[in-house]
């Protein structure tokens, strides 16, 4: 067959894509009918069958075919976080008007590591860097950042500007340009409490400061970080020689949606002189929300913060936004080199974005972004927090209100920690298995976590057009699946 060379870009771009989208999204459709629910019934088996042909034949099928039967099997196989019923991680159904940007940003396949490559894609991410250190409440004129692919690049290269920071203070150096320098005694450490995402003991690692330097700090009845225990530690620390690195504090925990005491936790860091990380990935799109946006207070405080927009933003993946308080933070990690961005062209104007990630690479993320902060602005996100927030009220009550199951706690955010309870015997291995069930008959896609040393179930409700009638119908089908298990 003739092998086609149609390209995205250019002045026939949109003609050649008009086509090809429209096949795309008869596909998309047409998966969604066969798959009939959050995801496919008969677990990993029928996935695989779904995608069983030849990925790379020695001669191709055509874009159209190809379009058609790839995308519809994808669709048919995969979760829907769009469905009601598919609730189980942080994992949001994407907003059209994002996705439509997307496919434009796509087309044009900019790559943020130099001007020349990205002239608008570099506007967009600044544009959108001031708006979040706004909505922080840094000086958007003094703050810093990028678009990452979430809190764990974000993380990581908070906890890299941390360590550049103690140890310049401590030594004078950064180890990033010369090595880690000679120490006398004592280790970097990095302080955070026993709920903080796994990330960040995984930075630690890359690092190089192992994943044991991180010391965990207790937490309150309320599973908040004790500001009198971190207190301690820190002094504890320095007193044997020990070099704290950085504070990370949680603003929305993965299961409970607990968000730290911030602005206690900025003062202690404050006094002992040690950088303040807040990894609010989870929590940070509260801030759209005028009934939520209090729970942060004290996170302008803090030296480096991370927000996920694919998660309270309502964005494709990738979307993470890393921001600094002061812009010049980055200044261990700045490149120059001369086929990306020479210091002529940047005093002229030419300016790149290469020196505010670890990536050279970069895709245009901004674009959706910036997009969807002009369709919907800061209001219109707002009430779809408030939204979600109202479901997880509303299911906590529906469970708190039936016999047969139990709640965890109250939701913070718009977390549902809850579990089946059988009328007799280990509820555990029910709740592990009556899970399974959902997923394997393809009802409803429901999390799994442990605490206290048992097992309970998750609801992570981020659908805004989630009503109470398909909370109930969800509730219902996990009672359902646990009295199958119990009989």
């Known amino acids: 067959m003739t092998i086609r060379t149609e390209l995205a870009g250019g002045g026939s771009g949109p003609a050649n894509l008009r086509p090809l989208l429209a096949t795309a999204l008869d596909a998309l459709a047409k998966g969604v009918v066969e798959r009939a629910g959050p995801l496919p019934a008969g677990g990993p088996g029928a996935v695989d069958a779904l995608l069983a042909a030849d990925p790379l034949p020695e001669d191709g099928i055509g874009a159209e075919p190809a379009l058609a039967g790839v995308l519809q099997d994808f669709a048919a196989g995969a979760a829907d976080p769009a469905d009601p019923a598919c609730a189980a991680h942080l994992h949001t159904p994407p907003l059209a008007v994002a996705v439509a940007a997307e496919v434009v940003a796509a087309a044009l396949n900019s790559s943020l590591d130099s001007w020349d490559q990205a002239p608008s894609g570099n506007r967009a991410e600044s544009a959108v860097v001031r708006a979040m250190a706004a909505c922080t409440g840094y000086d958007p004129d003094t703050a810093g950042g990028a678009v990452t692919t979430g809190g764990t690049e974000s993380n990581l290269t908070g906890l890299l500007l941390a360590r550049e920071h103690a140890l310049a203070a401590e030594f004078g150096a950064h180890p990033v340009a010369s090595g880690f320098p000679p120490q006398a005694h004592g280790r970097l450490r990095l302080l955070c409490s026993e709920t903080t995402h796994f990330s960040v003991a995984r930075s630690a690692g890359v690092l190089g400061l192992g994943e044991d330097s991180v010391v965990g700090v207790p937490v309150d009845d309320e599973y908040r970080m004790d500001p009198r225990a971190l207190h301690s530690t820190l002094t504890d620390l320095r007193e044997r020689g020990d070099v704290p690195v950085a504070v990370i504090a949680t603003a929305g925990t993965t299961d409970l949606g607990v968000l730290d005491p911030l602005a206690e936790i900025a003062r202690i860091a404050g ?14 799109g509260a801030l759209f929300s005028q009934r939520l946006a209090p729970l942060l207070e004290g996170v302008e405080l803090a030296d480096s913060v991370s927000i996920d927009l694919h998660k309270l933003g309502w964005q494709p993946v990738a979307a993470g936004v890393f921001l600094t308080r002061r812009a010049a933070s980055f200044e261990p990690v700045e490149r120059r080199v001369a086929y990306l961005n020479t210091a002529d062209d940047e005093d002229a104007g030419f300016r790149s974005l290469l020196g505010r990630s670890l990536r050279t690479t970069r895709r245009p993320d901004a674009v959706k972004i910036l997009t969807t902060f002009r369709a919907l602005g800061r209001r219109g996100l707002g ?9 997880a009220r509303h299911a906590a009550a529906a469970v708190r209100a039936h016999p047969r199951m139990q709640l965890y706690r109250d939701p913070v955010l718009t977390t549902v920690v809850f579990r089946y309870l059988p009328e007799s015997g280990d509820p555990d291995p029910v709740n592990a298995r009556l899970r399974r069930r959902l997923l394997d008959e393809g009802t409803a ?3 799994r976590t442990e605490l206290d040393g048992s097992v309970w179930l998750k609801l992570t409700l981020l659908n805004p057009n989630t009503t109470g009638g398909d909370i109930d119908a969800l509730l219902a089908d996990v009672l359902a699946a646990g009295n199958k298990e119990v009989r």
């Not at 002189?273 to 929590?283: F, I, N, R």
């Not at 009430?383 to 479901?391: A, F, I, N, R, Y």
């Open 445 to 447: 896609v429901v999390g």
């Open 271 to 284: 006094e002992h002189g040690t950088w303040l990380h807040v990894d609010a990935a989870y929590g940070g």
């Open 383 to 391: 009430e779809l927090v408030d939204s979600c927030h109202d479901q």
